[in-house]
């Protein structure tokens, strides 16, 4: 569709508010948020009071001297958005909303439950609780997990079960945190399945966030988090307390699942978490894009591209080369965790398996390998098939 400055644009009825640096554009009947800065907001709210396109443009210029303005282009991202409704008349078809394909959002759970979780009470228990565990496993070290806590049993195959087991039911906890915390402000989730790196993980979508403010929103993506920092407590007083029950060793897989899944959310080339926090914390909502730019203009070793890209970020420069660190820190903490825990689980794992094989134990572990291998195929077919869905979905 064809768009000139004498074209007369109508928009879908949009809902505007400033945010800490621009201002977040909801889209009520798709559900879609962006942000603008304030010269796009200025154009779209001169567009919804039906100025043309060259007055708008003509005003821009006089009050946005420093700005480059151009307003068909302006229009175009618009349409690309699915933010306009009709041009020159005609109606804009537009993809089948997400509002209307994600309904449910798991309003069934009463938004007085949300609260009673995730109040201004329970928020700082939370924070304490993170903070003794630091401390408990400062003054108790022997409670730090260890890459053999996982192998409870003889039998690699119940082994793995159990760990599968352990890990989907934190996961699944995780999850219901981050529901229940958007619940509490009467807004509706969606919990999906998806892979990071190897792993299959379960997701929420927290999109409706972008409603509330950057604190409440933190309150949101830290709530999986808090209810981990509640089941890490519990283990280490249970630990404590009684150092030869029989639970222990679940209790430390426990320990384990959590300890490594909170330094993976502090690994910042991917969108955990607590990235996100950070994302709310600095208002710049494009760090990691802006950090990969500017380590691969390091990489590349052009200084001239480093200088055009300091013009294109202004005030977020030594933000985003402060997240740079922080991005190859993710890294360096990913290495970590593979050469204390993932490696040594592989390698102990699959040498075990391989003894068995050769006939190091009895018949009951020849054929506790075999199964244990092909569950590993299973794993590995499903983890292929996840990856192929989502990537036919982008």
């Known amino acids: 569709m064809k768009v000139s400055l004498q074209s007369e644009i109508t928009l879908y009825p949009l809902s505007i508010r400033k945010d800490k640096k621009h201002y977040i554009v909801e889209e009520p009947v798709s559900g879609d948020f962006f942000e603008l800065p304030e010269i796009g907001v200025d154009a779209l709210k001169r567009l919804e009071q039906g100025e043309e396109l060259v007055s708008i443009e003509h005003t821009l210029k006089n009050s946005y001297p420093d700005e480059e303005v151009d307003m068909v282009d302006f229009v175009e991202q618009l349409l690309e958005l699915g933010l306009v409704q009709k041009v020159d008349g005609v109606p804009v078809k537009r993809e089948q909303s997400r509002a209307t394909t994600n309904s449910g959002g798991f309003f069934w759970i009463p938004q007085s439950v949300g609260r009673l979780f995730f109040n201004r009470v329970m928020n700082k228990v939370y924070l304490l609780l993170f903070l003794a565990n630091i401390i408990i496993l400062i003054l108790n070290p022997e409670l730090f997990p260890h890459y053999k806590d996982i192998f409870l049993f003889d039998s690699m195959v119940l ?10 039911v934190l996961i699944l906890i995780h999850e219901f945190g981050h529901i229940l915390a958007i619940r509490a402000h009467d807004l509706p989730a969606k919990l999906s399945i998806g892979n990071r790196l190897i792993f299959i993980v379960f997701e929420t979508d927290l999109t409706q966030a972008w409603k509330l403010d950057p604190k409440k929103r933190n309150i949101l993506y830290l709530a999986g988090i808090s209810f981990e920092q509640v089941i890490l407590s519990l283990s280490f007083g249970i630990m404590l307390l009684f150092p030869g029950a029989g639970i222990t060793g679940v209790l430390g897989i426990i320990v384990l699942d959590i300890f490594i899944k909170f330094i993976y959310q502090c690994c910042f080339y991917m969108k955990t978490d607590v990235y996100y926090v950070v994302e709310n914390i600095t208002g710049c909502y494009n760090l990691m894009e802006n950090g990969r730019i500017y380590l691969n203009s390091l990489v590349k070793k ?21 997240y740079s660190v922080f991005y190859i820190v993710g890294v360096v903490l990913t290495l970590i965790l593979a050469v204390m825990y993932f490696v040594p689980q592989l390698y102990y ?12 134990g009895d018949r009951a ?13 299973f794993m590995l077919f499903l983890l292929v098939f996840v990856a192929r869905k989502q990537k036919d979905e982008n």
């Open 349 to 360: 794992t699959y040498m075990t398996i391989y003894m068995n094989l050769l006939g190091a």
């Open 159 to 168: 082994n793995i079960l159990m760990y599968l087991s352990i890990s989907l």
């Open 365 to 377: 572990a020849f054929w506790d390998a075999i199964a244990f291998l092909v569950m590993t195929m």
């Open 302 to 322: 052009h200084r001239k591209d480093g200088e055009n890209h300091k013009e294109i970020f202004q005030n977020e420069w030594n933000l985003i080369r402060l």
